[in-house]
């Protein structure tokens, strides 16, 4: 009796330390990956008060490649929704070489208020489209400032030697004139980063650790 009990002991333990080396192969199989996060671009005020730049939500239709059967067919049937043009079927197809099959890959940017509402009524009808938003520069004064403020744009690389470049890692926009050149460095804030445990495809799985980005800060104008 007591032998079977020992062998019994024997066997549980030797089938935890299996698992325990089981589960941690699995686990040396993942990856981790360092997602940079971007900071909101800070707002700017005249010495009044009055918000003469801000940030505005832009909506882009993305397509997720792993979950389409038949392109022709998808592209069809949007192009019901809104209109689609050859050009961004072009560029999709070439993004899409590039990534991989779950990414988001961007079939058409910046969508119309009527466009989002539009897809929104059918967006059952759409398993692998989505609709993403994305910051992008907003002047609710119009021209009125546009002499002062001047505008942001993509950096170019000798904007980004200049600059710190790890801090433009989430961020493709650079002021080009203007207040928004002038103070790029208050504006653009300091990015963040996300720990991502990814498997052997790259597939994001958990997140392990998390750096808020720090938001740039509001410049009022004397």
């Known amino acids: 009796m007591v032998a079977l ?4 002991l024997a066997r549980v333990v030797d089938l935890q330390v299996w698992r325990q080396s089981h589960y941690a192969t699995l686990s040396n199989d993942n990856r981790v990956r360092v997602q940079p996060l971007a900071p909101g671009r800070g707002l700017v005020y005249t010495r009044d008060g009055v918000l003469i730049a801000d940030n505005r939500p832009s909506f882009d239709l993305v ?3 792993e979950q389409v059967t038949d392109y022709d067919t998808l592209f069809a049937e ?3 929704v809104m209109a689609l043009d050859q050009e961004h079927i072009e560029r999709f197809h070439e993004q899409r070489r590039r990534k991989r099959r779950f990414d988001d890959i ?3 940017p910046g969508l119309t208020a009527e466009e989002v509402a539009r897809f929104a009524l059918d967006r059952h009808r759409f398993p692998a489209v989505h609709i993403v938003a994305t910051p992008t520069r907003h002047y ?3 021209e009125l400032y546009t002499h002062v403020l001047g505008y942001v744009g993509r950096i170019d690389e000798k904007e980004l030697a200049q600059a710190d470049p790890s801090n433009y ?3 493709t926009h650079h002021g ?3 207040v928004e050149r002038a103070y790029e460095a208050e504006l653009h804030g300091r990015v963040g980063y996300q720990q991502v445990e990814v498997n052997a495809q790259g597939r994001s799985l958990r997140v392990l650790e998390r750096t808020p980005p720090v938001p740039g800060k509001d410049i009022y104008l004397s």
């Open 5 to 8: 009990q020992l062998y019994v």
């Open 63 to 65: 397509v997720v490649p």
């Open 78 to 80: 949007l192009g019901a």
């Open 106 to 108: 961007p079939l058409k």
């Open 140 to 142: 609710p004064q119009g």
């Open 169 to 171: 890692a989430a961020t």
């Open 176 to 178: 080009k004139v203007g």
